[in-house]
């Protein structure tokens, strides 16, 4: 499989939930970003954006510029410390507890077949999933220079479409055995759904 680096993106508010550590809430008796992190436990280079807990010794954290900047932010703030070598990253939001390393892989192999910039998951209806997603870096970094100098310099505040609008996606319906990986957790509820998936 090609080798591939891992942005894990844990600085949001959670602001239906109370402005929780979302990401450290467990499911399943583990933090939803260490179970985001073992999907990717074999990307190298991890980042963790955002607020870290005890996590791996091989996991950078880094913060988006400014805290609470929002995803673009927080994907300018991986991308930066990725070495120059790296073609692929999984983009991924820090809340899917039901993420494997199966569903990881097939995006991957998507990806490496095909001449788009990045694949996504996308959910029962067919939202996309932008953020359980792989991704060209080359044509991800022009995209955020280009969404940066739009917005006057700096990506704070910007929406994840944004960023992604310009770009080629395929998106790929889970169909592997098992609860959907791209599930993530907004609210309480999903958080119990996604416990009662794991038992």
């Known amino acids: 499989m090609e080798s591939y680096a891992a942005v894990v993106l844990a600085g949001g508010a ?10 450290g809430l467990p499911v399943g008796g583990r933090p939803m970003r260490d179970r985001v992190l073992d999907a990717v436990s074999d ?31 927080g994907t300018a703030a991986g991308l930066a410390l990725l070495p120059a070598d790296v073609a692929t990253v999984a983009l991924l939001a820090a809340d899917l507890p039901l993420l494997t390393r199966a569903a990881v892989g097939e995006l991957l192999g998507e990806l490496a077949g095909s001449p788009v910039d990045g694949v996504c998951h996308v959910d029962d209806e067919g939202r996309r999933q932008t953020l359980c997603g792989v991704w060209r870096v080359a044509p991800l970094r022009a995209a955020l220079a280009g969404l940066t100098a739009r917005r006057g310099g700096t990506p704070d505040g910007a929406p994840i479409r944004e960023l992604l609008a310009g770009l080629t996606v395929r998106d790929v319906p889970w169909v592997g055995s098992g609860p959907p990986p791209w599930f993530d957790c907004d609210t309480d509820l999903d958080v119990r759904r996604a416990e009662e998936w794991t038992r």
């Open 43 to 73: 990307a190298v280079p991890r980042i963790l954006v955002g607020p870290a807990g005890a996590v791996p010794s091989d996991v950078r954290v880094t913060r988006e510029d400014p805290p609470g900047g929002g995803p673009v932010a």
């Open 14 to 23: 959670a602001r239906r939930m109370g402005g929780v550590d979302k990401p």
